[in-house]
């Protein structure tokens, strides 16, 4: 989902800008910029804008980045988890690999089982992947005629009967440079104006916010009433207390990270910021849903007005994203606005 990668990248941004490192331990130079980098025992920590990883790991491996590429020379002893915006693993792996990421290239050994959530997930001719491969995905998997999987290939979570496609047979070799330039250089170029990429809602993604967002209002009806009230009459402080998580939380992850101790910790509130990324975009979808059913009078205070409501609201916010330049500020607001709105409607009703 595009909005929690947004999360991801944005983190990344600020260390690959050199913000990161002058508090972190462990700093290294990469293609792109600094990386953060640590190691746990025989496991290794890294996270940077661009990050190309070429060497040896005796234990798991735990990455993330804007681009997380894992070259023809890694080896990987232990698992490997992988977070980020676009994902090419080209090496060998001992143990499982887990890929979240808007768009993935598997073009490598893996000798366990294979986990991807994101939208596009693709296995290269020269991957090979000894176990199962299991991914959460509104598009099916591209297969390349080439690749060998010993177990079973699974997509049928989010498309039922499709769990593969197969895609037109490439040179073995040039896998990776026409992935690059089909995903990493050609989608970046916004012609349509200068909104940054990702500021984007696919269909089946505003399909996927709305029923999170459907869910919830039916299941906390009450927290669901305080959000709509908010939304109408405390929509700034919402905004401005959902702007300081968002800044807050990576100043706290810098503050965290000075002491080698404190590193697992930033590791795990940076994976934390995304979810309040996710939670934020459909508490805004669920209090504008619910403000629109309670302004279609009688019908919407049944169960079908309420979810008319958070389609309509679902509807409006996916196109609003779509808009150049205007997109970004929307999503922003909508991002951190839905994080305070959490806030209003879970807070403790005064005794």
């Known amino acids: 989902m595009r909005g929690i990668q947004i999360a991801v990248l944005t983190l990344m941004a600020l260390i690959g800008a050199g913000l990161a490192p002058a508090f972190a331990q462990g700093a290294s130079e990469t293609a792109m910029g600094r990386a953060v980098e640590w190691q746990t025992g025989d ?16 234990g798991a491996l735990t990455a993330a980045g804007q681009i997380v590429i894992l070259t023809r020379d890694a080896e990987i002893g232990g698992d490997t988890w992988i977070a980020g915006r676009r994902i090419a693993v080209e090496g060998e792996l001992e143990g499982d690999l887990s890929i979240r990421a808007q768009e993935a290239l598997i073009n490598g050994e893996v000798k366990g089982n294979v986990t991807f959530y994101g939208l596009d997930l693709s296995l290269g001719p020269d991957a090979e992947i000894a176990g199962n491969v299991t991914y959460y995905s509104p598009s099916a998997a591209q297969i390349d005629k080439g690749a060998k999987v010993a177990g079973v290939i699974n997509g049928e979570d989010f498309v039922p009967g499709r769990a593969i496609e197969e895609a037109e047979p490439r040179p073995r070799g040039s896998t990776r440079e026409a992935w690059r330039q089909e995903h990493m250089h050609e989608r970046w170029d916004d012609r349509s104006g200068l909104a940054a990429p ?7 993604g505003a399909v996927f916010f709305g029923a999170l967002a459907i869910a919830f209002a039916f299941l906390a009806p009450a927290a669901t009433a305080r959000m709509r009230e908010g939304l109408a009459g405390e929509w700034a402080i919402a905004f401005g207390l959902g702007l300081a998580w968002l800044v807050g939380l990576p100043v706290l992850i810098l503050a965290v990270a000075i002491t080698i101790v404190g590193l697992p910790i930033a590791f795990l509130l940076l994976l934390l910021w995304p979810l309040g990324m996710l939670f934020g975009l459909v508490a805004t979808l ?16 049944g169960t ?4 008319v409501g958070i389609v309509l609201a679902t509807a409006i916010v996916w196109i609003g994203i779509s808009i150049p330049i205007l997109g970004a500020l929307i999503w922003l607001a909508a ?11 879970f807070r403790s009703e005064p005794v």
């Open 286 to 301: 669920v209090a504008f849903g619910d403000y629109i059913s309670s302004r279609i009078g009688e019908f919407g205070q």
């Open 43 to 58: 496991d290794v920590f890294a996270v940077a804008e661009e990050l190309t990883f070429d060497r040896k790991v005796k």
């Open 335 to 345: 991002v951190a606005g839905g994080i305070g709105l959490l806030y209003i409607g």
């Open 198 to 204: 990702g500021y984007r809602m696919t269909a089946p």
């Open 304 to 307: 079908l007005g309420r979810i």
